[in-house]
Protein backbone atom coordinates (compact mmCIF):
# COMPACT_ATOMS: atom_id res chain seq x y z
CA UNK A 1 0.00 0.00 0.00
CA UNK A 2 1.28 3.21 -0.96
CA UNK A 3 1.90 5.66 1.82
CA UNK A 4 1.44 9.90 0.90
CA UNK A 5 2.58 12.87 3.04
CA UNK A 6 0.57 15.55 2.45
CA UNK A 7 1.98 18.72 3.72
CA UNK A 8 -0.92 21.57 3.84
CA UNK A 9 -1.21 23.82 6.70
CA UNK A 10 -5.03 23.99 5.93
CA UNK A 11 -6.67 21.78 8.23
CA UNK A 12 -10.25 21.27 6.23
CA UNK A 13 -8.06 20.56 2.79
CA UNK A 14 -5.41 18.13 4.86
CA UNK A 15 -8.71 16.26 5.76
CA UNK A 16 -10.70 16.13 2.24
CA UNK A 17 -7.46 15.20 0.53
CA UNK A 18 -6.68 12.20 2.77
CA UNK A 19 -10.30 11.47 3.02
CA UNK A 20 -10.29 11.06 -0.95
CA UNK A 21 -7.08 9.13 -0.94
CA UNK A 22 -8.03 6.73 1.61
CA UNK A 23 -11.10 5.74 -0.19
CA UNK A 24 -8.62 4.79 -3.05
CA UNK A 25 -6.02 2.57 -1.27
CA UNK A 26 -3.89 5.07 -0.18
CA UNK A 27 -2.50 5.10 3.51
CA UNK A 28 -2.29 9.21 4.51
CA UNK A 29 0.26 10.87 6.92
CA UNK A 30 0.13 14.91 7.39
CA UNK A 31 2.15 17.73 8.70
CA UNK A 32 1.02 21.48 8.57
CA UNK A 33 4.59 23.08 7.43
CA UNK A 34 7.76 22.15 5.67
CA UNK A 35 9.60 21.57 8.87
CA UNK A 36 6.87 19.10 10.16
CA UNK A 37 7.23 17.19 6.71
CA UNK A 38 10.92 16.79 7.41
CA UNK A 39 10.71 15.41 10.65
CA UNK A 40 7.47 13.04 9.47
CA UNK A 41 10.31 12.23 6.80
CA UNK A 42 12.91 11.16 9.08
CA UNK A 43 10.97 8.51 10.68
CA UNK A 44 8.69 7.12 8.02
CA UNK A 45 8.83 5.78 4.22
CA UNK A 46 6.61 8.03 2.46
CA UNK A 47 6.39 6.68 -1.77
CA UNK A 48 4.61 10.55 -2.71
CA UNK A 49 4.46 14.03 -0.89
CA UNK A 50 1.47 16.32 -1.90
CA UNK A 51 2.23 19.68 -0.90
CA UNK A 52 0.83 23.49 -0.42
CA UNK A 53 3.08 26.63 -1.09
CA UNK A 54 2.19 29.04 1.17
CA UNK A 55 3.05 27.68 4.88
CA UNK A 56 4.13 29.01 7.91
CA UNK A 57 7.63 28.42 9.29
CA UNK A 58 8.76 26.93 5.92
CA UNK A 59 6.97 27.08 2.37
CA UNK A 60 6.43 24.50 -0.22
CA UNK A 61 9.16 25.83 -2.33
CA UNK A 62 12.27 25.88 0.96
CA UNK A 63 10.82 22.15 1.75
CA UNK A 64 11.66 20.83 -1.98
CA UNK A 65 14.85 22.63 -2.26
CA UNK A 66 16.09 21.01 1.06
CA UNK A 67 15.08 17.82 -0.23
CA UNK A 68 16.25 17.82 -3.74
CA UNK A 69 19.69 19.57 -2.33
CA UNK A 70 20.10 16.19 -0.12
CA UNK A 71 19.12 14.18 -3.05
CA UNK A 72 15.76 12.86 -2.13
CA UNK A 73 14.14 11.57 -5.46
CA UNK A 74 10.43 11.77 -3.39
CA UNK A 75 7.62 12.54 -5.98
CA UNK A 76 6.56 15.42 -5.17
CA UNK A 77 2.93 17.26 -6.31
CA UNK A 78 2.34 20.62 -5.73
CA UNK A 79 -1.21 22.29 -5.13
CA UNK A 80 -1.53 25.65 -4.80
CA UNK A 81 -3.90 28.28 -5.40
CA UNK A 82 -0.82 29.92 -6.84
CA UNK A 83 -1.79 30.11 -10.87
CA UNK A 84 1.04 32.38 -12.27
CA UNK A 85 3.17 31.24 -14.60
CA UNK A 86 6.26 32.26 -12.51
CA UNK A 87 5.21 30.52 -9.44
CA UNK A 88 4.73 27.47 -11.56
CA UNK A 89 8.45 27.74 -13.00
CA UNK A 90 9.90 28.81 -9.39
CA UNK A 91 8.41 24.92 -8.04
CA UNK A 92 9.61 23.46 -10.93
CA UNK A 93 12.96 24.93 -10.80
CA UNK A 94 13.10 23.70 -7.29
CA UNK A 95 12.90 20.07 -8.33
CA UNK A 96 8.66 19.58 -8.16
CA UNK A 97 7.92 16.79 -10.77
CA UNK A 98 3.92 18.02 -11.31
CA UNK A 99 1.63 20.98 -10.31
CA UNK A 100 -1.77 21.59 -9.87
CA UNK A 101 -3.80 24.47 -9.09
CA UNK A 102 -6.87 24.68 -6.10
CA UNK A 103 -9.89 23.85 -5.98
CA UNK A 104 -8.75 20.71 -6.89
CA UNK A 105 -10.20 18.17 -9.27
CA UNK A 106 -10.58 14.69 -7.46
CA UNK A 107 -10.48 12.52 -10.11
CA UNK A 108 -7.71 14.28 -12.01
CA UNK A 109 -5.53 14.14 -9.05
CA UNK A 110 -6.03 10.67 -8.06
CA UNK A 111 -4.90 10.13 -11.93
CA UNK A 112 -1.66 12.29 -11.78
CA UNK A 113 -0.98 10.75 -8.16
CA UNK A 114 -1.23 7.63 -9.96
CA UNK A 115 1.27 8.70 -12.98
CA UNK A 116 3.80 9.59 -10.58
CA UNK A 117 4.02 6.63 -8.56
CA UNK A 118 4.34 4.49 -11.71
CA UNK A 119 6.82 7.19 -12.91
CA UNK A 120 8.81 7.16 -9.51
CA UNK A 121 9.11 3.35 -10.05
CA UNK A 122 10.20 3.71 -13.51
CA UNK A 123 12.71 6.29 -12.31
CA UNK A 124 14.56 4.16 -9.65
CA UNK A 125 14.49 0.60 -11.75
CA UNK A 126 15.87 3.35 -14.87
CA UNK A 127 14.33 1.10 -17.35
CA UNK A 128 11.28 1.47 -19.35
CA UNK A 129 9.51 -1.36 -21.16
CA UNK A 130 6.80 -0.88 -23.92
CA UNK A 131 5.86 -3.70 -25.76
CA UNK A 132 9.17 -5.26 -26.93
CA UNK A 133 11.03 -1.95 -26.96
CA UNK A 134 13.24 -1.39 -23.99
CA UNK A 135 14.66 1.88 -22.82
CA UNK A 136 17.54 1.88 -20.80
CA UNK A 137 17.83 5.48 -19.15
CA UNK A 138 21.30 5.21 -18.00
CA UNK A 139 23.16 4.11 -21.43
CA UNK A 140 20.50 6.20 -23.19
CA UNK A 141 20.01 2.79 -25.77
CA UNK A 142 16.54 1.82 -26.97
CA UNK A 143 16.54 -2.30 -27.47
CA UNK A 144 14.19 -3.23 -30.58
CA UNK A 145 13.39 -6.13 -32.14
CA UNK A 146 14.47 -4.14 -35.39
CA UNK A 147 18.07 -3.47 -33.37
CA UNK A 148 19.78 -1.50 -30.84
CA UNK A 149 20.24 2.34 -30.80
CA UNK A 150 21.72 4.89 -28.54
CA UNK A 151 20.63 8.10 -29.04
CA UNK A 152 21.77 11.61 -28.33
CA UNK A 153 20.70 12.89 -24.88
CA UNK A 154 17.71 15.53 -25.69
CA UNK A 155 16.00 12.91 -28.08
CA UNK A 156 16.48 10.03 -25.81
CA UNK A 157 15.03 11.85 -22.92
CA UNK A 158 12.00 13.10 -24.87
CA UNK A 159 11.58 9.27 -26.01
CA UNK A 160 11.24 8.42 -22.38
CA UNK A 161 8.99 11.29 -20.88
CA UNK A 162 6.48 10.65 -23.49
CA UNK A 163 6.62 7.17 -23.17
CA UNK A 164 6.49 6.88 -19.27
CA UNK A 165 2.94 8.47 -19.86
CA UNK A 166 1.68 6.56 -23.08
CA UNK A 167 -1.89 8.77 -24.40
CA UNK A 168 -0.88 11.60 -21.95
CA UNK A 169 -0.77 14.71 -24.31
CA UNK A 170 2.34 17.37 -23.34
CA UNK A 171 2.30 20.84 -24.24
CA UNK A 172 4.94 22.03 -26.49
CA UNK A 173 6.08 24.30 -23.31
CA UNK A 174 5.97 21.61 -21.04
CA UNK A 175 8.34 19.45 -22.91
CA UNK A 176 10.97 22.39 -23.58
CA UNK A 177 11.02 23.12 -19.62
CA UNK A 178 11.45 19.78 -18.53
CA UNK A 179 14.02 18.58 -21.40
CA UNK A 180 15.53 21.70 -22.17
CA UNK A 181 15.51 23.34 -18.58
CA UNK A 182 14.02 26.60 -19.58
CA UNK A 183 16.51 27.71 -21.61
CA UNK A 184 15.86 29.55 -24.46
CA UNK A 185 14.94 27.04 -27.22
CA UNK A 186 12.60 27.62 -29.47
CA UNK A 187 9.29 25.58 -30.93
CA UNK A 188 11.98 24.59 -34.03
CA UNK A 189 14.46 22.59 -31.42
CA UNK A 190 11.19 20.36 -30.32
CA UNK A 191 10.00 19.74 -33.72
CA UNK A 192 13.60 18.93 -35.00
CA UNK A 193 13.93 16.33 -32.43
CA UNK A 194 10.04 14.59 -32.26
CA UNK A 195 10.86 14.44 -36.90
CA UNK A 196 14.02 12.99 -35.90
CA UNK A 197 12.52 10.03 -33.46
CA UNK A 198 9.80 9.48 -35.65
CA UNK A 199 12.46 8.98 -38.54
CA UNK A 200 14.14 6.43 -36.66
CA UNK A 201 11.14 4.56 -35.30
CA UNK A 202 8.61 4.64 -38.04
CA UNK A 203 8.37 0.87 -38.09
CA UNK A 204 8.19 0.73 -34.51
CA UNK A 205 5.18 -1.80 -33.73
CA UNK A 206 4.80 -0.57 -30.33
CA UNK A 207 4.27 2.93 -30.51
CA UNK A 208 4.27 6.04 -32.31
CA UNK A 209 4.35 9.86 -31.64
CA UNK A 210 1.23 11.35 -32.90
CA UNK A 211 1.01 15.15 -32.80
CA UNK A 212 -2.07 17.01 -31.06
CA UNK A 213 -2.43 19.91 -33.29
CA UNK A 214 -2.63 23.44 -31.12
CA UNK A 215 -1.51 21.79 -28.03
CA UNK A 216 1.90 19.60 -28.71
CA UNK A 217 2.45 15.68 -28.97
CA UNK A 218 1.69 12.62 -27.13
CA UNK A 219 2.99 8.64 -27.34
CA UNK A 220 0.49 6.24 -28.26
CA UNK A 221 0.78 2.26 -27.58
CA UNK A 222 0.25 0.56 -30.94
CA UNK A 223 -2.75 -2.27 -30.83
CA UNK A 224 -1.52 -5.69 -31.59
CA UNK A 225 -3.82 -8.18 -33.66
CA UNK A 226 -3.85 -11.61 -31.98
Known amino acids: MFKILIVEDNENLQKLYSAILKSNGYTTLS ?5 EALKVLEKEHVDLM ?14 TDV ?3 GGSELPI ?3 TA ?3 REDKRAGFLVGIDDY ?6 EEEMLLRIKALLRRSKIVSERKLEIGSTVLHYDSLTVDTPDGSFTLPKKEFYLLYKLLS ?5 FTKYQLLDEIWGFENESDNTLNVHINRLRNRFDKNEDFE ?17 D
Open 77 to 79: LMI
Open 82 to 84: KTA
Open 100 to 105: MTKPVD
Open 209 to 225: IVTVRGIGFKAVRKQHE
Open 67 to 69: LRQ
Open 165 to 169: YPGQI
Open 50 to 63: ILDVMMPVMDGYEL
Open 31 to 35: AYNGE
